[in-house]
């Protein structure tokens, strides 16, 4: 199993990045994906969630209208849309698949929120 995390770096508060969790070694399409993100001294925060098929999705607050997360189960990826971020947005942000008692996760990408 792998869900390889990309798209992360250094960008202007205001800005957008779009972040990509290629998956592979087990069924992406049976499985819930969400984002996580971890700011330094801080605990592992929950983000975005999307249902298998796609048709749910669910946002912490503070990313409401920032963040999409979104999903082609044809190419096993799941994505974030980040827009409007902000400084305190700067973390390791983490891929997790979920489904029954397994679930998988990514090694991070990091976004650094700065000017």
């Known amino acids: 199993v792998h869900l390889v995390e990309s798209g992360g770096g250094l960008v202007q508060p205001g800005g957008s990045l779009r972040l990509s969790c290629a998956a592979s070694?087990?069924?992406?399409?049976?499985?819930?994906m969400s984002w996580y993100r971890q700011a330094p001294g801080k605990e592992r925060e929950w983000v975005a969630t999307?249902?298998?098929?796609?048709?749910?999705?669910n946002y912490v607050n503070s990313v409401k209208g920032r963040f999409t997360i979104s999903r082609n189960n044809d190419k096993n990826t799941v994505y974030l849309q980040m827009n409007s971020l902000k400084p305190e947005d700067t973390a390791v942000y983490y891929c997790?698949?979920?489904?029954?008692?397994?679930?998988?996760w990514g090694q991070g990408t990091q976004v650094t929120v700065s000017s």
């Open positions: 997790h698949a979920t489904r029954l008692v397994w679930h998988y």
């Open positions: 070694g087990f069924t992406f399409s049976s499985y819930v």
């Open positions: 999307i249902t298998s098929a796609g048709g749910s999705t």
